[in-house]
Protein backbone atom coordinates (compact mmCIF):
# COMPACT_ATOMS: atom_id res chain seq x y z
CA UNK A 1 0.00 0.00 0.00
CA UNK A 2 1.62 3.25 -1.06
CA UNK A 3 1.82 5.92 1.45
CA UNK A 4 -0.05 9.32 1.34
CA UNK A 5 1.71 12.30 1.73
CA UNK A 6 0.26 14.46 4.46
CA UNK A 7 1.95 18.15 5.10
CA UNK A 8 1.79 19.04 9.17
CA UNK A 9 0.61 22.16 10.37
CA UNK A 10 3.36 22.30 13.19
CA UNK A 11 1.36 25.30 14.73
CA UNK A 12 -1.88 23.93 14.85
CA UNK A 13 -0.48 20.78 15.76
CA UNK A 14 0.90 22.43 18.93
CA UNK A 15 -2.02 25.14 19.58
CA UNK A 16 -4.79 22.15 19.63
CA UNK A 17 -3.90 19.10 19.80
CA UNK A 18 -0.51 19.08 22.46
CA UNK A 19 -2.34 15.64 23.53
CA UNK A 20 -1.00 13.62 21.40
CA UNK A 21 2.77 14.36 23.16
CA UNK A 22 0.95 14.73 26.62
CA UNK A 23 -0.38 10.98 26.83
CA UNK A 24 2.89 10.30 25.47
CA UNK A 25 4.58 10.99 28.61
CA UNK A 26 2.56 7.43 30.38
CA UNK A 27 4.44 5.72 27.88
CA UNK A 28 8.02 6.45 29.94
CA UNK A 29 7.39 4.44 32.86
CA UNK A 30 7.60 1.58 30.69
CA UNK A 31 10.53 3.29 28.67
CA UNK A 32 12.29 3.91 31.91
CA UNK A 33 15.46 5.49 30.07
CA UNK A 34 18.55 5.54 31.99
CA UNK A 35 21.46 7.80 32.32
CA UNK A 36 23.96 5.82 29.68
CA UNK A 37 21.28 4.74 26.99
CA UNK A 38 21.22 5.64 23.47
CA UNK A 39 17.46 6.27 22.40
CA UNK A 40 15.58 6.41 19.30
CA UNK A 41 12.40 8.76 19.29
CA UNK A 42 10.64 7.20 16.01
CA UNK A 43 8.08 9.74 14.57
CA UNK A 44 9.14 12.52 16.80
CA UNK A 45 6.71 15.53 15.83
CA UNK A 46 7.55 18.43 17.03
CA UNK A 47 10.49 17.54 19.27
CA UNK A 48 8.85 17.48 22.87
CA UNK A 49 9.06 13.83 24.08
CA UNK A 50 12.10 13.82 22.56
CA UNK A 51 13.43 16.35 24.79
CA UNK A 52 11.96 14.77 27.78
CA UNK A 53 14.25 12.01 26.82
CA UNK A 54 17.08 13.80 26.25
CA UNK A 55 16.86 14.74 30.26
CA UNK A 56 17.12 11.29 31.37
CA UNK A 57 19.77 9.32 28.51
CA UNK A 58 23.14 10.06 27.30
CA UNK A 59 22.08 10.29 23.73
CA UNK A 60 18.53 10.85 21.79
CA UNK A 61 17.98 11.19 18.05
CA UNK A 62 14.35 12.32 17.16
CA UNK A 63 13.49 11.36 13.40
CA UNK A 64 10.22 12.06 11.62
CA UNK A 65 9.18 12.46 8.09
CA UNK A 66 7.40 16.06 8.18
CA UNK A 67 10.40 18.68 7.28
CA UNK A 68 8.03 21.14 8.97
CA UNK A 69 7.96 19.07 12.18
CA UNK A 70 11.61 18.60 12.68
CA UNK A 71 12.00 22.49 11.61
CA UNK A 72 10.01 23.13 14.29
CA UNK A 73 11.21 20.65 16.86
CA UNK A 74 15.22 22.23 16.13
CA UNK A 75 14.20 25.76 16.52
CA UNK A 76 12.34 24.71 20.07
CA UNK A 77 14.89 22.31 21.26
CA UNK A 78 18.39 22.93 19.55
CA UNK A 79 20.02 20.62 22.41
CA UNK A 80 18.46 17.70 20.95
CA UNK A 81 19.22 15.70 17.82
CA UNK A 82 16.57 15.43 14.76
CA UNK A 83 16.39 14.46 11.34
CA UNK A 84 13.80 14.32 8.56
CA UNK A 85 13.15 10.33 8.18
CA UNK A 86 10.83 7.64 6.95
CA UNK A 87 9.73 5.33 9.61
CA UNK A 88 9.79 2.68 7.14
CA UNK A 89 12.76 3.25 5.62
CA UNK A 90 16.01 4.63 8.08
CA UNK A 91 19.17 3.41 9.17
CA UNK A 92 21.82 4.10 11.69
CA UNK A 93 25.27 3.09 11.96
CA UNK A 94 25.51 3.16 15.78
CA UNK A 95 22.56 1.00 17.59
CA UNK A 96 19.89 2.32 19.61
CA UNK A 97 19.16 0.49 23.53
CA UNK A 98 15.89 1.52 22.62
CA UNK A 99 13.20 2.32 20.14
CA UNK A 100 10.55 4.78 21.53
CA UNK A 101 7.51 5.96 18.90
CA UNK A 102 4.20 7.57 20.30
CA UNK A 103 1.16 7.80 17.93
CA UNK A 104 3.38 7.69 15.25
CA UNK A 105 3.41 3.97 13.81
CA UNK A 106 -0.35 4.00 12.77
CA UNK A 107 1.02 6.80 9.37
CA UNK A 108 3.76 3.88 8.28
CA UNK A 109 0.99 2.14 6.23
CA UNK A 110 3.97 -0.48 5.03
CA UNK A 111 4.41 -1.78 8.87
CA UNK A 112 6.81 -4.38 8.17
CA UNK A 113 9.58 -2.36 6.43
CA UNK A 114 9.24 0.06 9.92
CA UNK A 115 9.04 -3.38 12.01
CA UNK A 116 12.16 -4.55 10.01
CA UNK A 117 13.72 -0.71 10.45
CA UNK A 118 13.37 -1.26 14.33
CA UNK A 119 14.68 -4.37 14.78
CA UNK A 120 18.14 -3.57 12.59
CA UNK A 121 18.39 0.01 14.91
CA UNK A 122 18.33 -1.72 18.31
CA UNK A 123 21.31 -3.75 19.74
CA UNK A 124 21.29 -7.17 20.94
CA UNK A 125 18.78 -7.11 23.91
CA UNK A 126 17.32 -3.78 22.81
CA UNK A 127 13.58 -2.75 23.57
CA UNK A 128 11.11 -1.39 21.67
CA UNK A 129 8.30 0.96 23.45
CA UNK A 130 5.42 1.90 21.39
CA UNK A 131 2.11 3.26 21.31
CA UNK A 132 -0.11 4.29 18.05
CA UNK A 133 -3.63 3.50 17.08
CA UNK A 134 -5.23 0.23 17.25
CA UNK A 135 -8.23 -1.38 15.59
CA UNK A 136 -11.19 0.88 15.06
CA UNK A 137 -9.14 4.29 16.25
CA UNK A 138 -11.42 7.01 15.01
CA UNK A 139 -13.96 5.00 13.08
CA UNK A 140 -17.34 6.58 14.28
CA UNK A 141 -15.08 9.91 12.87
CA UNK A 142 -13.94 8.38 9.86
CA UNK A 143 -16.90 6.38 8.96
CA UNK A 144 -19.12 9.83 9.52
CA UNK A 145 -16.04 11.35 6.88
CA UNK A 146 -16.37 8.37 4.03
CA UNK A 147 -20.15 8.96 4.40
CA UNK A 148 -20.03 12.79 3.32
CA UNK A 149 -17.83 12.06 0.94
CA UNK A 150 -19.71 9.72 -0.67
CA UNK A 151 -22.84 11.26 -0.79
CA UNK A 152 -21.18 14.27 -2.78
CA UNK A 153 -19.53 12.49 -5.50
CA UNK A 154 -16.34 11.86 -3.79
CA UNK A 155 -15.72 8.28 -3.97
CA UNK A 156 -12.07 8.19 -4.44
CA UNK A 157 -11.37 10.18 -1.21
CA UNK A 158 -13.83 8.27 0.17
CA UNK A 159 -12.02 5.00 -0.18
CA UNK A 160 -8.64 6.45 0.97
CA UNK A 161 -6.46 4.01 3.46
CA UNK A 162 -4.07 6.89 5.04
CA UNK A 163 -3.88 4.77 8.19
CA UNK A 164 -2.89 1.25 9.56
CA UNK A 165 -4.97 0.47 12.69
CA UNK A 166 -4.12 -3.56 13.52
CA UNK A 167 -5.29 -5.72 15.71
CA UNK A 168 -3.02 -6.79 18.55
CA UNK A 169 -3.20 -10.12 17.50
CA UNK A 170 -1.82 -9.26 13.64
CA UNK A 171 0.62 -6.44 15.09
CA UNK A 172 2.62 -8.43 17.53
CA UNK A 173 2.68 -11.40 15.47
CA UNK A 174 4.57 -9.17 12.60
CA UNK A 175 7.00 -8.74 15.82
CA UNK A 176 7.46 -11.88 16.61
CA UNK A 177 7.71 -12.99 12.25
CA UNK A 178 10.41 -10.52 12.39
CA UNK A 179 12.43 -11.94 15.97
CA UNK A 180 11.44 -9.33 18.72
CA UNK A 181 10.20 -11.08 21.60
CA UNK A 182 7.20 -9.26 23.26
CA UNK A 183 6.56 -9.21 26.68
CA UNK A 184 4.01 -6.47 27.21
CA UNK A 185 0.93 -5.96 24.90
CA UNK A 186 -2.15 -4.30 25.77
CA UNK A 187 -5.07 -2.60 23.03
CA UNK A 188 -7.38 0.00 24.95
CA UNK A 189 -10.06 2.85 24.59
CA UNK A 190 -8.98 5.53 25.11
CA UNK A 191 -11.61 8.43 25.26
CA UNK A 192 -9.27 12.03 23.93
CA UNK A 193 -10.72 15.51 24.79
CA UNK A 194 -10.09 17.93 22.14
CA UNK A 195 -9.37 20.89 22.44
CA UNK A 196 -12.52 23.54 21.36
CA UNK A 197 -15.39 23.05 22.51
CA UNK A 198 -16.92 24.79 19.79
CA UNK A 199 -14.50 23.06 16.58
CA UNK A 200 -13.32 19.55 17.99
CA UNK A 201 -14.23 17.52 15.51
CA UNK A 202 -13.63 20.25 13.11
CA UNK A 203 -10.12 21.08 14.04
CA UNK A 204 -9.08 17.31 14.44
CA UNK A 205 -10.19 16.35 10.90
CA UNK A 206 -8.40 20.03 9.55
CA UNK A 207 -5.21 18.25 11.46
CA UNK A 208 -4.98 14.86 11.20
CA UNK A 209 -7.55 14.05 7.77
CA UNK A 210 -6.83 16.58 4.90
CA UNK A 211 -5.67 13.93 2.48
CA UNK A 212 -9.67 13.01 2.70
CA UNK A 213 -10.29 16.42 1.45
CA UNK A 214 -7.65 16.40 -1.84
CA UNK A 215 -9.50 17.99 -4.98
CA UNK A 216 -12.55 18.35 -3.15
CA UNK A 217 -14.27 21.72 -3.85
CA UNK A 218 -13.53 24.42 -0.81
CA UNK A 219 -17.08 24.62 -0.30
CA UNK A 220 -17.88 21.07 0.02
CA UNK A 221 -14.88 20.97 2.78
CA UNK A 222 -16.80 23.16 4.89
CA UNK A 223 -19.79 21.73 4.26
CA UNK A 224 -18.49 18.33 5.04
CA UNK A 225 -16.33 19.22 8.07
CA UNK A 226 -19.73 20.82 10.12
CA UNK A 227 -21.93 17.89 8.54
CA UNK A 228 -19.51 15.71 10.08
CA UNK A 229 -19.22 16.91 13.29
CA UNK A 230 -22.78 17.87 13.93
CA UNK A 231 -23.68 13.91 12.57
CA UNK A 232 -21.13 13.15 15.92
CA UNK A 233 -22.62 15.56 18.15
CA UNK A 234 -25.04 12.49 20.13
CA UNK A 235 -21.71 10.11 20.00
CA UNK A 236 -19.19 12.08 20.72
CA UNK A 237 -20.37 15.13 22.60
CA UNK A 238 -20.19 14.65 26.47
CA UNK A 239 -20.67 17.09 29.18
CA UNK A 240 -20.07 20.72 26.76
CA UNK A 241 -16.85 18.84 25.30
CA UNK A 242 -15.49 17.06 22.19
CA UNK A 243 -14.10 13.74 22.15
CA UNK A 244 -12.48 11.92 19.66
CA UNK A 245 -12.60 7.75 20.02
CA UNK A 246 -9.35 6.85 20.53
CA UNK A 247 -8.24 3.19 20.64
CA UNK A 248 -4.56 2.57 21.13
CA UNK A 249 -1.99 0.05 21.12
CA UNK A 250 0.82 -0.21 23.15
CA UNK A 251 3.62 -2.55 23.41
CA UNK A 252 7.32 -3.33 24.73
CA UNK A 253 9.37 -5.99 22.71
CA UNK A 254 12.76 -6.98 22.72
CA UNK A 255 15.08 -8.04 20.29
Given at each position: ???????????L??D????????G??L???L??K?H???L?????S?E?????????SSVV???????????????????EF?????G?????E?????F????????V????A????????RS????VV???GK????????Q???????R?Y?E?A??Q???????G????E?????????FS?????P?E???????????L????A?????V????????????Q????SD???????????K?I??????
Amino acid sequence: MQQIAHKWDSALYNDKHSFVYDYGVALFDLLNPKSHERILDLGCGSGELTNKINEMASSVVGIDNSPEMIEKAKFSFPLCEFQVADAGDFEFYEPFDAIFSNAALHWVVDHKAAIGCMYKSLRSGGRMVVEFGGKDNVRTITDQLRKSLLIRGYGEQAKLQLWYFPSIGKYTSELEAAGFKVSFSELYDRPTELADKNTGIMDWLTMFAAPFFKDVDDSDVHDILIEVQESLRSDLFRNGKWFADYKRIRIVAHR
